[in-house]
């Protein structure tokens, strides 16, 4: 596994966490797909007041070599997924709640391939404007052989 196909199934994690039944469709008042920006993909414009929104940002560190294997060096990747979960300021902790969980679903404790996610941990970061923010991050690692 290289870097981008570890990027491509952190976002295939979420997505499948965010489609299932107790994703974003069993969020109280939300009746409309909330936009999911990931990392290589900018959002045009702010989200309706009413509307929620996630950021899903992948971040990797150094790649120590861990041993030679088959004469090429192994690498263990590590780095962090970090969910930037965003509902309005005015309807309370619950949907932030909820999302946190949907969060959790996609990321704590999961294994593809040759990538191992670890504990999660969020972080209310408070209000801003009309939002109101939690941030999840999640390590990850991963052998990367070249």
């Not at 939002?131 to 999640?138: K, S």
């Amino acid at each position: 596994m290289n870097s981008s196909e570890a990027r491509q199934a952190l976002y295939d994690m979420w997505d499948d966490a965010w489609q299932a039944t107790d994703g974003w469709a069993a969020l109280p008042g939300v009746s409309v797909e909330p936009p999911v920006y990931y990392e290589n993909i900018a959002p045009d414009e702010a989200p309706r007041t009413d509307a929620i929104k996630v950021e899903i940002h992948v971040q990797h560190s150094d790649k120590p070599m861990e041993s030679f294997g088959n004469g090429r060096p192994n690498y263990k990747a590590v780095g962090f997924v970090v969910a930037k979960l965003y509902f309005p300021k005015d309807v309370g902790l619950t949907l932030g709640d909820l999302m946190v969980n949907v969060a959790r679903r996609a990321f704590q404790g999961r294994r593809s391939d040759s990538l191992v996610l670890r504990g999660l941990t969020s972080n209310e970061e408070g209000a801003t404007d009309r939002w109101f923010v939690i941030r999840t991050v999640t390590p990850f690692e991963y052998e990367d052989v070249r």
